[in-house]
């Protein structure tokens, strides 16, 4: 009887090892996976801080293309202005060359002092003209300028934009992993629960069999102090 006890402690040990190992590697696991999941999460927050960065500066690139193209407006009516000036100061030209070959033919009628007034308006029309050639010039130049840097923002407004819907799909991503592994932590969490049960069912066993085991020695005591009384008696 008190062999079978012993056995049934001994076994009763070595489930309860069992348990305790098991326990001590599902722990070790959920602190692995708590680990993992406080990283992913650092790098979740950093992604989502980087993607709103990103949506800024595309918003800033929209303000920026919006602004430039009023500008680019604005120099487009400059450069028409000084193109009708300049066809204007042409017609006026070509007028005054034509008065001024009416007052060569009428030379002897109107006098030197009037064709040199004439070729004196004349130059002074044609400096206006360069000086209006010149404005509408730097106004083409300013409007290419200005062309380029439009579709260097709208170039960079849709990088922004695919920077943005990579991060997203990143963030989409570590918020899907992360929920897989709250779900292995809380399977982990049950097993470990399991295990706990199973090792206070163990413990209660052996407290059972130590108190079974205490009873067959005191039965066993008994017995032997009976049987000496009985074999001194006689005597």
């Avoid at 402690?9 to 692995?32: G, P």
């Avoid at 918003?59 to 400059?78: G, H, N, P, S, V």
């Amino acid at each position: 009887n008190r062999r079978a006890v012993e056995q049934e402690v001994s076994d009763a040990n070595e489930q309860l090892s069992e348990a305790v190992v098991c326990n001590q590697a599902v722990t070790a696991a959920k602190r692995k996976f708590e680990q993992e999941m406080t990283t992913l999460n650092a790098d979740l927050d950093e992604m989502t801080h980087e993607a709103q960065m990103a949506e800024e500066r595309a918003q800033k690139a929209m303000i920026d293309a919006a602004r430039l193209a009023d500008e680019l407006r604005m120099e487009q009516e400059t450069a028409m202005l000084y193109e009708r000036d300049r066809k204007l100061l042409e017609a006026q030209v070509k007028d005054i060359v034509t008065r001024c070959d009416e007052a060569e033919t009428n030379a002897l009628k109107g006098g030197k002092k009037a064709i040199s007034k004439m070729e004196t308006r004349i130059r002074e029309l044609e400096s206006e003209m360069d000086a209006e050639t010149r404005r509408y010039g730097d106004a083409q130049k300013n409007m290419r300028k200005s062309e380029r840097h439009v579709k260097e923002l709208i170039y960079q407004q849709e990088e922004d934009k695919k920077n943005h819907e990579r991060m997203q799909a990143m963030v989409d991503q570590m918020q899907s992993k992360i929920k897989s592994y709250k779900k292995q932590i809380e399977e982990a969490e049950e097993i470990a629960a399991l295990n706990l049960a199973k090792f206070r069912q163990v413990q209660s066993n052996v407290c059972v069999a130590m108190e079974r085991a205490d009873i067959s020695e005191q039965s066993a005591a008994r017995l032997k102090a009976r049987a000496r009384s009985s074999s001194i008696g006689p005597a």
